[in-house]
């Protein structure tokens, strides 16, 4: 295949929609396949991974020694490396899904209409999908293998930073669907570094149905500006958890503490805490100590830095950016709120509709919130963290949607499918 | 209201932003309104039509006088038409919207999961709809009725030709939401004839969640093509009947002469009808009288055209177009197919991706189709004809879908509406 990629970037555009062609003519193959057919194929590339261990290193050996060169930073460096360890959790990850119940073919709400006929819905695939991600080259087996599970074509557009290592795992997963008897083409890994590719994906509406980006949110951002094909994503991360005047502060403190410290780096981590002005006096003192003491750096609206200096604590002020901020790091903004409305509406305000939590032991409270917080998952009495479809139950995840049309919330196999309706009759015409 | 319109229309992108900025303002209290508060706001507008009815005609007479003068054909003049019987059917639409069982709020699937939370999603309003459709001045009470069931702000265009008639319409509703104290601007009717509404409708990507054009194909095309928002359609529907090897014959007369013959001018009316060849010459010959009969054109396939000639019968021939062409007329093309694989080879090449139909007794066949043709209806033995949202039991559509992002084939309430996760704690915290 190397020695057609020459020749192929010269035309990129035409290269994509050959892509996309053939993706599109895949997908019916891989729609109809079976769940054994499917699993065979899972388990075979996850063989494959584990067998041909030494040539991932290697080729990844190519890229890190590139990225080096290139002055990539150490996060970026370190993302790129496959371990031995990296790809035992990748083969693990295929099996893993292997597992998981088969969500296409599922036939729901079948029943009798008063015509005589039978009415009901199938989960089918959505088709094509493609998705574009920067520099982990685990997200090339996990992506197709989701995919694949859910019945769609996948076409993956990796980082160009790590384009011998999804080459070589691209080897294994096309040697694992033959080895299943499917067609190969089912997973397409794009061949070319051109980044004019990426656009050209973006606007193969006809071959596509949806686009997955996964990375940081410039990318994200630039992604969903330019697509023509619909695409799934969220951009922010910018979670609150309101501390009401009802809350159990036992509980309070613990998820408070929870939701911004387990980890710093995640969208589901909260990045605004709002606290109940009858309260603040109560709770904040301490909490405000607990993050101190992991090295959180706080910053507060004028009431909490006011309160916090009677307790002789001092703490940087709060602008209005802060409550925008995807801070990913130990930071956190703190707002005193008079009640659960001025909570709700700063949410709906300054929420990016990812993940928002509300601390309280009141009945009426705990529903409005449930109710009118408008955003992806909204929680009671839990940390923001725990947002995340291994959490839900949903077996792994693809990405997590803020959006509302057809996916919200985290994304697993049930988001990649679509469903049709079907109907039975027994000669049955309309009247 | 009038005196502004001229200002207004001066500058229509300001005018549509504003009307997008309010709509999104208003989603939230129509997203959080109770159920008896919605219905008694249906209930108060189909009151205010009954009442108004005078009024309704009044208006109605102008834009009837104003097409008379531009000439519109009969056709467009009839559907524009507000008659006494058509505002006594708009008002009964909006109670039998009243009766349907609210969508928002409904939670499923609320389980525990091993961290000890509890999972589960919560339906929700999609935030603001833009509907674009044509003369028909009845959508205007149709669509608001929907969106406002299903809690969403909707934004209207209508067609010029019937401005007065949806401004009197609009009137009724704005009435009847404030009698039930909700805010009038949760249905916004777009109040200038400008065209360039439109386009600045569809670039409201901030504000507007979806469009759902209604109208003809170039209308829809046209808008799916331009929009920045997501779309909800169909574009065609060439829907297909094909009659297996193991059809009960009086099973498939009846179904494929019903599937055609019943009303021309639906989308899910069949456009091509398949034979399997062996069972062609018993079946053909017999059901293309009963179509001639009917004043049905025929156009066959080469094996159709010359099977009929041996019965005396004359068939125009079907050239390739045939097979792509939705004729919303009593027009039929056939052909003759070895066996179900050419038959779904030829619907998945052909077919709008709208209903299709299978008639045969063997049960692998039958599941195979369902299976594995790719449309948004498929049916066992049963018209095309009843693929439709009344049929299906949503109790109301608001269009129908061939796509497969968000939602497929008829779209009810549900389709109006997203799922947010909801999470139940007690404390609880990620490990």
Same sequence: chains 1, 2.
Avoid at 96 to 121: F, H, K, M, N
């Amino acid at each position: 295949m190397n020695a057609n990629i020459e020749t192929l970037t010269r035309d990129v555009t035409s290269y994509m929609a050959q892509v996309g062609r053939t993706a599109r003519e895949v997908s019916r193959a891989i729609g109809r396949a079976s769940t054994t057919q499917k699993n065979q194929a899972l388990n075979a590339i996850a063989d494959q991974l584990i067998d041909q261990m030494a040539e991932l290193k290697i080729a990844n050996a190519l890229d890190m020694a590139a990225g080096k060169e290139k002055g990539l930073d150490a996060a970026l460096l370190d993302r790129l490396e496959l371990t031995d360890e990296r790809i035992v959790s990748m083969a693990e990850g295929l099996r893993q899904i292997a597992t998981l119940e088969d969500p296409v073919g599922v036939i729901s709400d079948l029943a009798y209409r008063p015509s005589g006929i039978q009415v009901g819905r199938m989960r089918v695939p959505l088709g094509v999908i493609g998705i574009i991600y920067e520099s982990r080259p685990n997200v090339t087996a996990d992506a197709a293998g989701l995919c694949l599970k859910s019945g769609n074509a996948v076409i993956l557009r990796g980082g160009s930073e790590a384009i011998n290592s999804n080459q070589a795992i691209a080897h294994c997963i096309k040697k694992g669907l033959s080895l299943a008897e499917l067609p190969t083409d089912v997973v397409q890994v794009i061949e070319t570094t051109d980044r004019a590719a990426v656009g050209a994906l973006l606007r193969l509406k006809e071959y596509v149905d949806v686009i997955i980006p996964r990375g940081g949110k410039s990318l994200i951002e630039r992604i969903s500006k330019e697509s023509e094909v619909p695409v799934i994503k969220h951009l922010d991360g910018i979670c609150h958890v309101y501390i009401d005047d009802e809350a159990d502060k036992e509980k309070a403190l613990r998820v408070a503490f929870n939701s911004k410290t387990q980890r710093y780096g995640t969208c589901n981590t909260m990045e605004t805490l709002l606290v109940a002005q009858s309260v603040a006096a109560d709770i904040l003192p301490e909490l405000t100590r607990m993050y101190e003491d992991e090295g959180v750096e706080l910053r507060g609206c004028e009431a909490t830095v006011s309160l916090l200096k009677k307790h002789s604590m001092d703490m940087s002020a709060a602008v209005e950016d802060d409550w925008v901020t995807e801070y990913l790091a130990p930071i956190l903004s703190i707002k005193i709120v008079e009640n659960i409305d001025a909570a709700i509406d700063h949410i709906n305000r300054y929420s990016s509709q990812h993940t928002e939590s509300i601390i309280t032991e009141n009945y009426t409270k705990s529903r409005r919130f449930l109710r009118e917080v408008d955003s992806s998952s909204v929680m009671v009495n839990a940390s923001t963290r725990f947002a995340d479809g291994f959490e839900y139950g949903l077996g792994a995840e693809i990405g997590i949607s803020t959006d509302k049309l057809h996916v919200r919330g985290p994304v697993g196999l049930e988001g990649l499918t679509s469903l049709k309706y079907i109907v039975l009759g027994d000669g049955h015409i309309r009247q």
